[in-house]
Structure formats: structure tokens, C-alpha cells
């Protein structure tokens, strides 16, 4: 028999014959007529060359091969309704995965808030994070990498989406032995002078245009030194004294020894969602829904 001629309800009628013992029984079950069924049966049967069924007035029970048929056919119609039914839920937003862009350490606040209610909510949808510059993220978005990224308020997004939902006060990063920590906010005039540390890594860049932008604007032209280290490292760099960083709040509510923290007068740096408005990943839609409904209520 040609492999086209076999439709998936030709397999159910045998299927469910089998179960019930009776193609009036399978009609019933089916909804469709007994003749259509005993004919679609017995035309199958033709094309196999194998008779599946012994037909008697009582019913019908299966031959040697009809029962090898049923065991594949069965399995086979599992397959297709547990494919049917994954499909469903990804369609639903109920499972999937959501590929998350960051700008910034998680910790905790809107973006940590946000991001657990998520995971408890839709415990089927697999979070996927990655980190970048603004520049980076965007070219992940528009090449459909990613499906959502939170970073600090971009300027140009072009073509794509964006939603700002919460801002974070800005610290300078500082030795415990400079005199700057017997303030309790800096100006950006107080450290025009000093030399920053930035990583090569996510998100030094980010960190050092902020700073060219605000001293450049009073100004200065700042002294920037360019580490390729780890977060963690230039931290450390910072309490030897090598110089002093800026962090958002985030990063500031992570303790490091030897360092201090103090708020940047004034500056504070909202974050945003940007997204492709092509993106028509369900699981993405629900978390844009629930960052959408947060922000609403922050």
C-alpha cells in the first residue's frame, strides 16, 4: 500500500475497533457512520494484503497481524496527540522558551521581582538569559536571538519596540580609604578628576560612555582605564585603590570588601524593555504582558 493512501482516520477506526470490539461501537464513538468505518476497514485491509479484524455477529476481534498493527498504530496516534498537545501549549504560552537579554546584574528590585512572579506563574517556560552591551542586544533582537532585553533607557532603538519601566539611582564605587566616603552623596564635580575603571567585559562600555557623557558635559574629559577583568575583579582593583567605577543600584546592593558605595547627586538611570514587534513567540507575549502590568502598578 502507498504510504499516501493511509490517512490518520483510517488508523483511528482500526484503533478504536480494536478497543471496542464492534465498529457499531466505534461508530458511536466516532461519530461516524458503521458503513464508513467496515468499508474504510476493509478497503485498508485490501491495500495491506492482511486481514486486520475476524468479523462474527457478536463483533469483531483482531488477527496476528491486525494486533501487530494496532501495537504500532497506537503508538503512533500517542505520538501524534502528545505532538498536538506540546504544540498547543507553546501556542498558549504555557511552555517554550523565553531568551532574556541583560545590560545589567539581575539582583533584585523590578527586574528581580518581575522575573520570579514569571517563573512561578509559567513553570513550563524555560528562561534563557544572555549578556551584552546596548549593542550587542540589539543586533541579537533584530536577528531574532533574543526575544526580550532589559537594559538601561537607549536613545535610538530604530525599528524596535521599547517600554521604560523603572529607574535605579547611580553610585560612584570607591575605596574605603578615599576621602569621598565621609560624604554622603557626590557630585559629579567631585570626582571630575579621578580615574575610572571600566571592564572590557558587559557592562564597561555601557559605563563608560555614561560617564564621557556627564563629565564631558560640565566640562571635563574623563581619564577612563580599560581592564579586561571580570566584574568581580575590577571591584577588587577599585579597593587597592587602582581607581573608582559606577554602578547602578543593583550592583550596589552587592557587598564587596574594601569597598564603598555612595549615591551620585542626582542621577538616577531608567531601564527599559526592547523587543522586536515581529516576535510572535507566545511565551515572550505573556512575560511582555506581565512586564507591561508590573510597570503599571510599580
Avoid at 38 to 48: A, F, K, P, T, W
Avoid at 150 to 168: H, I, N, Q, V, Y
Avoid at 203 to 225: C, K, M, N, T, W
Wanted: net charge positive; aromatic share 8%; hydrophobic share 40%.
Amino acid at each position: 500500500m502507498k504510504a499516501f493512501e493511509l490517512e490518520l482516520r483510517h488508523i483511528r477506526y482500526v484503533v478504536t475497533a480494536a478497543r471496542f470490539g464492534s465498529f457499531r461501537k466505534a461508530s458511536s464513538r466516532l461519530g461516524v457512520r458503521e458503513s464508513t468505518i467496515s468499508r474504510q476497514v476493509r478497503n485498508l485491509e485490501d491495500g495491506l494484503g492482511s486481514s486486520l479484524f475476524l468479523r462474527k455477529r457478536s463483533g469483531v476481534s483482531l488477527t496476528q497481524a491486525g494486533s501487530i498493527f494496532v501495537e504500532h498504530a497506537q503508538a503512533a496516534l500517542n505520538e501524534i496527540d502528545r505532538a498536538v498537545g506540546d504544540v498547543g501549549t507553546i501556542g498558549r504560552g504555557r511552555s517554550g522558551t523565553v531568551r532574556v537579554g541583560l545590560s545589567s546584574p539581575l539582583a533584585t528590585g523590578f527586574l528581580g521581582e518581575l522575573l520570579i512572579r514569571f517563573c512561578r506563574q509559567h513553570e513550563a517556560v524555560q528562561l534563557e538569559f544572555v549578556e551584552g552591551t546596548h549593542t550587542q542586544l540589539f543586533e541579537d533582537l533584530e536577528r531574532g536571538n533574543l526575544d526580550i532585553a532589559f537594559m538601561a533607557a537607549p536613545l535610538d532603538t530604530g525599528s524596535l519596540a521599547t517600554k521604560r519601566l523603572w529607574s535605579e539611582d547611580v553610585f560612584v564605587v570607591l575605596p574605603e580609604s578615599d576621602a569621598l566616603t565621609k560624604k554622603s552623596e557626590i557630585a559629579w564635580s567631585d570626582i571630575r578628576l579621578k580615574q575610572f575603571l571600566v571592564t572590557e567585559a558587559t557592562p564597561g562600555r555601557d559605563i563608560e560612555a555614561f560617564v564621557f557623557r556627564h563629565l564631558s558635559s560640565i566640562g571635563y574629559s574623563p581619564r577612563i582605564q580599560r581592564d579586561r577583568v571580570s566584574s568581580q575583579t575590577l571591584m577588587q582593583l577599585v579597593a587597592i585603590g587602582r581607581g573608582i567605577s559606577i554602578a547602578s543600584q543593583s550592583v550596589a546592593e552587592t557587598s564587596f570588601p574594601g569597598i564603598t558605595y555612595r549615591r551620585l547627586e542626582g542621577c538616577a538611570v531608567p531601564f527599559s524593555a526592547v523587543w522586536s514587534t515581529e516576535n510572535d513567540n507566545p511565551p515572550f507575549r505573556r512575560l511582555l504582558s506581565l512586564t507591561s502590568g508590573q510597570a503599571a502598578t510599580a
